[in-house]
């Protein structure tokens, strides 16, 4: 078996209808767009990091007083779904004995509400971690460092952990924020793309909006 490890993005690759989600909650939440480009011009000018960016975020929501429930409201009535095909992908990678990890710059109330059980199916989780008091209201931020150039960096950290070269790691994007992990992953696959960046930095572009079409490639 070539692939000894499988990287998954998240937003628009395991869940499908979404390019950001925290776009998805900065609509909810109705935040004032010039909060937003401040803080999101501070981080491409490299005034202050990617975790930095994330917690200026989350805090805006943190100031509306939103509560766990709004978060699941704000999902329940918009479009966003798990990728057809994703649960048969991860059950046949991890039957085949490969180490899955999602590499992600999405936050976990995603991924509870529509994977809660993403914590038992990957050994390996990078993305920014809200936790709520009793109340339901946001108590903690863990927010990643492991976004957009970072993601390349979350790669590397599990493959020496894990003994392994990056030619036996392979990733699945979407976006932007995925390509300098796939210009690293010995096997890159631009899913839904909506990067053409991404598209030209991968080995294998996958069209079909069904991620059973990266078992092939994987799977010998
Ligand atoms: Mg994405």
């Known amino acids: ?4 490890l499988v990287c998954f993005d998240v937003d628009g690759t395991l869940v499908d209808n979404i390019e950001y989600s925290w776009q998805l909650f900065h609509d909810h939440f109705k935040i004032e767009k010039k909060k937003r480009e ?10 202050i990091s990617y975790r930095e960016w994330a917690e200026h975020d989350i805090n805006l929501w943190k100031e509306k ?31 085949k004995g490969m ?5 992600s710059g999405t936050i976990n109330v995603i991924l509870e509400y529509l994977l809660p059980d993403y914590e038992e199916l990957f050994d390996d989780i990078f993305l920014s971690r809200l936790f709520f008091d009793n109340n339901g ?14 993601k390349a ?15 036996e790691c392979a990733f ?28 030209k930095v991968s080995d294998v ?8 079409e990266i078992l092939p490639y994987l799977i010998s």
């Open 38 to 47: 401040e803080a999101k011009e501070k981080f491409f000018t490299g005034k």
């Open 172 to 199: 699945i994007g979407d976006h932007h924020n995925d390509v300098e992990i796939a210009k690293e992953a010995g096997l890159a696959m631009a899913f839904n793309a909506k990067s053409e960046e991404l598209v």
């Open 1 to 4: 078996m070539k692939f000894k």
């Open 65 to 95: 007083g939103a509560t766990k429930k709004d978060f699941f409201e704000a999902m329940k009535s918009s479009p966003i779904a798990l990728m057809k095909g994703a649960r048969e992908t991860i059950a046949a990678l991890k039957e």
């Open 153 to 167: 960096e979350a790669l590397k950290k599990i493959a020496a952990r894990e003994n392994l070269s990056l030619d």
């Open 99 to 103: 180490k899955l990890a999602i590499i």
């Open 205 to 212: 572009v996958v069209k079909e909006k069904d991620l059973k």
């Open 137 to 150: 209201h946001i108590l903690n931020i863990q927010a990643t460092e492991y976004d957009m150039k970072g």
